[in-house]
């Protein structure tokens, strides 16, 4: 079978932008953020594109354009949102290290919410807003203390984890939030993880996050919303994900009356499956118990197997002329961990185009420039049109930054 992004092969779209190359389909995108918009349309949801899961402009403004808010971590990605005409006023700003600088540009800008996750930098917030005679809204991310289940470097809801305040703190920390000038309280916030294949983690959180909602309810601190965080997990290879109709309705449940606003942040299930990354086959390597399919693709195109053993799928372009075998997928990257997968059946030669699917989300993203490797092209494809919405980098403008001082 000849592997297609919507109308246009991929064997096209890597002779006409070499690869290793990122494909993402417009209207995987548009359903994706459709499933959600009609999954939860009962509850008038804010959904706010996790920006860090893939922060191309185009991206971005066709999330504008769908009606998306942002959850950012860093003044670079409102720059981002802002430069792909995105909203400020729809935008909120979530992360453990927000810097000063980075506050006084979001509060300028004039987004909808802080997601603070500490007692220090709710009073940074109050310092910064006093000197702009202004006052920010603020949510607090509360930490609800629930296992997601899901791979420990991408598990944010627990003890031990460093995102949010916890909960036996949350309310001095509230109390105190009411107490600062500058800050005006809107929200409350939690994120427990990425890449969530159960529901009842998530469910779990809501409970929690709403009971205490309640509770500071009781001692006069009314909340305009509730913010549960990411978006479910997506099928890599053949998890069961969660079904958003069910998450939909067990929140809407939870909420019961509560005249509460909904905000959700979710990120790889909006784009994770809208993309795949094309690499060519450089070499078959035989060594003496071991096969290997050396690609032009890399662990500093994704980082995904190497830093979380993730799988993802990989398949011929075109129907293969070799028979299947079993092999590492490796790049030319100079490190042992640098495999985008691990004894794989894979029917591949020289020459070869491979289509690793699932790179729409924390590829591009957490891609860099190890071994002086360029970062690779995007391409945003809708029916039968292409369009580079990345184009690659030159080794000019790898180098750019730097001198050779004596
Ligand atoms: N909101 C906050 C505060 C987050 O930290 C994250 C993801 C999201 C929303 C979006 O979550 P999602 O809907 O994508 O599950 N690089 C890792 C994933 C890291 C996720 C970090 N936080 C990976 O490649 O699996």
Request: glycine share 8%; with cysteine.
């Amino acid at each position: 079978m000849t592997l297609r992004c919507e109308n246009l092969s991929y064997t096209e779209l890597a002779e006409r932008y070499g690869t290793p190359l990122y494909v993402y389909s417009q209207s995987a995108l548009d359903e994706a953020f459709a499933a959600y918009q009609t999954a939860f349309a009962a509850l008038n949801p804010l959904i706010c594109y996790a920006v860090k899961a893939n922060g191309n402009l185009s991206l971005i403004r066709r999330f504008a354009e769908l009606g998306s808010g942002f959850d950012i971590v860093s003044g670079g990605e409102l720059a981002r949102v802002l430069a792909a005409g995105g909203s400020a006023a729809k935008t909120i700003f979530s992360g453990v290290g927000k810097s000063a600088a980075e506050m006084e540009y979001a509060l300028k800008a004039g987004i909808k919410c802080f997601n603070v996750e500490s007692l220090p930098e709710l009073e940074r917030l109050n310092g910064i807003a006093g000197r702009l005679n202004t006052r920010a809204p603020v949510s607090l991310r509360i930490n609800p203390d629930v296992d997601a289940q899901t791979h420990p470097y991408i598990s944010t809801g627990l003890k031990a984890n460093k995102f949010g305040i916890a909960m036996r703190d949350a309310e001095a920390a509230y109390a105190r939030a009411a107490e600062l000038p500058h800050l005006r309280i809107v929200g409350i916030d939690c994120h427990i993880g990425s890449q969530l294949i159960r529901l009842d983690p998530l469910i779990e959180a809501c409970e929690r996050i709403l009971a205490l909602a309640d509770r500071l309810a009781a001692q006069g601190i009314e909340l305009q919303h509730i913010d549960l965080g990411g978006g479910v997990g997506i099928v890599y290879r053949d998890e069961d994900t969660p079904d958003l109709s069910a998450y939909a309705a067990a929140v809407q449940k939870l909420i019961g009356s509560r005249p509460l606003g909904l905000i959700l942040e979710p990120g790889r299930s909006l784009v994770g499956n809208a993309g795949d990354l094309l690499t060519r086959v450089e070499y078959v390597k035989r060594n003496e118990d071991k096969n290997f399919v050396i690609v032009d693709a890399a662990m500093n195109d994704l980082m995904r197997p190497a830093l979380y053993q993730a799988y993802h799928r990989i398949e011929p372009a075109e129907p293969p002329a070799a028979a299947p075998f079993t092999a590492d997928i490796v790049g030319p990257v100079c490190e042992t961990g640098d495999f985008l997968a691990k004894d794989r059946r894979i029917a591949a030669q020289a020459g070869d185009l491979l289509v690793v699917r699932g790179a729409g989300a924390y590829a591009a993203s957490m891609a860099g420039n190890y071994n002086a490797r360029r970062r690779a092209a995007e391409v945003l494809v809708s029916g039968s049109q292409a369009r580079l919405v990345r184009r690659r980098e030159t080794v000019e403008e790898m180098l750019a930054n730097e001198q050779a001082c004596l």
